[in-house]
């Protein structure tokens, strides 16, 4: 009898490698009724930034095509040199305005480096010649006029920080709200507001961003401090989020100024509405970066951004327990994007990282620039839609606030699950095939096609089932036409894009 047992129970160990294979492996099915449900994301999810250097015009990312004839005829040296002058952004033209419409509703985070010693002026005078000392830059009221009518007319909520220099403070270099004040009562003034703002951006690059000299985290403490209890009384509906911090986790090269525990863990310590954080996988060509497009495909690029969402939430955990997360600022690459995010294989990055974030619990993501620079949705002199815009656009269009857990299919082809946009009771299935051969999945029920494809990987040419996409004659977005595919076996053919929408599960 005991040999019996014995013999019985070789034979279930024997059986275990088979059983967990059997479990694990990812099947082509979808099965729309054990996607369980596991989070929620804001209406505004997929939001963007117009940096305020965009804005007031400055120093941004030379095109790559002109960098060396640029730096041929200047002075300039180190990341400077990387730089040259742009024009503000007219944000009234009615091209901008109907694209960035169709992407809403959405926040509209209007920040980066420059406004960190941004000097308002609180005048319909003509602009200072040069700014008060302790500050670099200006912003006139028609500028910020421009960014709040903006706002309003492609629905968007404005989210922005605050200069932090040395001009904004005492003589004992205390931080005083005065000039802040002067922002907020003229954008209620013109019937805006500010829905959300950081005290300033990337305090973990505080040297970079102009903070006074030595800054460290006991000032941010301090000066967080201040601006929380003036902002109580000042605009009480306008969260407080931040820290804004970047880079680390192993995600960046070296540079940071202060780490998100130097930040944090100083006395009062610093709570959030919201919880920030910002991320690029690494820095582009212009910044010595390494990445290259033959990886823009791989595993580990695509899954990165956990791996930078991992290190925040942790600090999230650990300082503001139970406040959403956000990213707010994101894109291809640091340094203004690598060539090749202007084209079709940046998009498989950016659906990846909106799908990625969202079942790990991120609530925005603030993705930079709507047109400026190659990371762009929209081409910088043109406006005219980039591959990325295409994606955002049928994302906004399908992918519904209810988030659910897709299951895998097999390597280099993923899948995510939301509800259909408008319509909780269906469902929208998003897979990206990043293989070089063909796949397949099997639908259980019709569904709506929406099938993103390109000639090759390189190219800013992109189709929507088999059609080129492109404006109207008028510069308006087209209708996007979907295909009706009947249960069973569809093809997915390389490098492509699926969207698939099922009116009911």
């Known amino acids: 009898m005991k040999k019996k047992r014995l013999n019985v129970f070789v034979t279930f160990l024997a059986c275990l490698p088979l059983l967990a294979f059997t479990q694990s492996t990812p099947s082509n099915e979808i099965n729309l009724k054990q996607m369980g449900l596991i989070g ?22 030379i095109p790559y095509e002109l960098i060396d004839s640029v730096r041929k005829h200047s002075n300039r040296k180190g990341i400077d040199a990387l730089k040259w002058k742009i024009e503000p952004i007219d944000l009234y033209e009615k091209k901008l305005r109907n694209l960035a419409a169709a992407l809403g509703p959405t926040y509209v985070r209007v920040s980066g480096t420059w406004a960190n010693a941004i000097y308002f002026q609180d005048n319909d005078e003509a602009a200072l010649p040069t700014p008060p000392e302790g500050f670099k830059n200006i912003l006139t009221r028609k500028q910020w006029k421009g960014v709040v009518d903006f706002c309003k007319a492609v629905d968007g909520k404005l989210v922005s920080s605050f200069p932090i220099s040395d001009g904004i403070r005492d003589k004992d270099g205390n931080w005083t709200p005065k000039h802040i004040k002067s922002i907020l009562d003229y954008t209620r003034s013109i019937g805006g507001e500010i829905a959300a703002a950081e005290l300033f951006n990337e305090p973990s690059h505080a ?7 030595g800054y460290n985290g006991a000032r941010f403490a301090k000066d967080f401090a201040a601006f929380r209890a003036f902002a109580a009384e000042a605009a009480p509906n306008m969260k407080i989020i931040g820290p804004g911090s970047t880079g680390e986790g192993g995600i960046l090269p070296s540079g940071l100024d202060l780490s998100v525990d130097q930040l944090l863990s100083a006395t009062p310590k610093p709570v959030f509405d919201v ?16 990445q290259k497009p033959a990886n823009a495909l791989s595993a580990e690029w695509l899954s990165k951004t956990e791996k930078g ?7 999230r955990d650990k300082y503001s327990p139970g406040a959403p997360i956000w990213n707010t600022e994101t894109a291809e690459t640091a340094c203004g994007g690598n060539p090749w995010a202007v084209t079709y ?9 909106l799908g990625r974030l969202a079942k790990k619990g991120v609530q925005v993501v603030m993705h930079n ?3 400026r620079s190659e990371y762009a949705l929209l081409d910088h002199d043109t406006h005219n839609p980039r591959p990325n815009y295409w994606a955002a656009l049928l994302w906004n ?7 659910y857990e897709a299951g895998s299919l097999a390597p280099g082809v993923d899948m995510f699950a939301h509800s259909l946009k408008n319509k909780p009771d269906g469902r929208t299935i998003l897979i990206l095939n990043t293989n070089e051969t063909e796949a397949s999945v099997i639908l259980p029920a019709n569904a709506i096609q929406y099938l993103l494809t390109a000639g090759e990987l390189l190219t800013k040419k992109v189709k929507l089932n088999g059609q080129a996409l492109k404006l109207t004659p ?16 569809v093809q997915l053919p390389a490098h492509s894009i699926l969207f698939l929408t099922f009116e009911k599960i």
Request: charged share 25%; glycine share 10%.
């Open 40 to 61: 929620k994301v804001d209406e505004r999810y997929q939001s963007f930034n117009v940096e305020m250097c965009e804005v007031i015009g400055g120093d941004f990312w």
């Open 207 to 213: 040297s970079h961003g102009d903070a006074p000299k």
């Open 275 to 290: 919880f920030t954080y910002h991320y690029y996988g690494t820095v582009s060509q212009r910044c010595m970066g390494a």
């Open 309 to 315: 969402l991992e290190f925040y939430q942790n600090a």
């Open 345 to 353: 294989i940046d998009s498989f990055r950016y659906l990846e990282q």
């Open 369 to 371: 620039t709507l047109a």
């Open 397 to 403: 269009r399908l992918m519904g606030t209810q988030v």
């Open 474 to 489: 008028k510069d308006e977005v087209p209708a996007l036409e979907g295909k009706k595919v009947k249960a069973g076996k």
